[in-house]
T-cell receptor, first 115, second 113 residues
């Protein structure tokens, strides 16, 4: 299994531009999570999906952030317009079982720099 | 389980010695705990987990201890190796909150040869 796949691995953009981050979860997993990691705030959960349905987006910082999961094998996190304070590493994770407490497996992350 | 700021606590360990990494979690209702290892430039990697009905669980070279009375979790690494150098995070989750993990701030482990 290839594990969770994220693209791009690095993104440098200018303030005001739209940024789209992509994630392919592990095949057969039915929960998907988006996290943001910064030095100041550590790892923060932004949003998660069960069976392609957004369950909790309370961690999404602002309306500039949106996430979709059109099917079981693909999700996007979009920032529009981007701001320098959005610079961080964004991780996608997936989990196989719907029950509470099963392991989340993380992708390699996308390092976003907004100039 | 609250994240901390810029300064990560650091544990320096001599290669071959045992390491103990501690974590204080925030919610007494948490019923599942996970330790993750994060190497530079990579995503967090699952190490070991424990449910609240247990107080100890062992894996390969790692042991997790849970003390619910004082809301404390620890990770013990036996015979620490250079490849163990990384940042280690504990995470907790609450059954009533569904699948959300809350991560601690992390501890950096540096293994000295």
């Amino acid at each position: 299994d290839a594990g969770v796949i994220q693209s791009p691995r690095h993104e440098v953009t200018e303030m005001g531009q739209e940024v789209t981050l992509r994630c392919k979860p592990i095949s057969g997993h039915n929960s998907l999570f988006w996290y943001r990691q910064t030095m100041m705030r550590g790892l923060e959960l932004l949003i998660y999906f069960n069976n392609n349905v957004p369950i909790d987006d309370s961690g999404m910082p602002e309306d500039r952030f949106s996430a979709k999961m059109p099917n079981a094998s693909f999700s996007t996190l979009k920032i529009q317009p981007s701001e320098p304070r959005d610079s961080a590493v964004y991780f996608c994770a997936s989990r196989g079982l719907a029950g509470v407490g099963d392991t989340q497996y993380f992708g390699p992350g996308t390092r976003l720099t907004v100039l | 389980g609250e994240s901390v700021g810029l300064h990560l606590p650091t544990l320096s360990v001599q290669e071959g010695d045992n390491s103990i990494i501690n974590c204080a979690y925030s919610n007494s209702a948490s019923d599942y705990f996970i330790w993750y290892k994060q190497e530079s430039g990579k995503g967090p990697q699952f190490i070991i987990d424990i449910r609240s009905n247990m107080d100890k669980r062992q894996g390969q070279r790692v042991t997790v201890l849970l003390n619910k009375t004082v809301k404390h979790l620890s990770l013990q690494i036996a015979a620490t190796q250079p490849g163990d150098s990384a940042v280690y995070f504990c995470a907790e989750t609450i059954k009533a909150a569904g699948n959300k993990l809350t991560f601690g701030g992390g501890t950096r482990v540096l293994v000295k040869p």
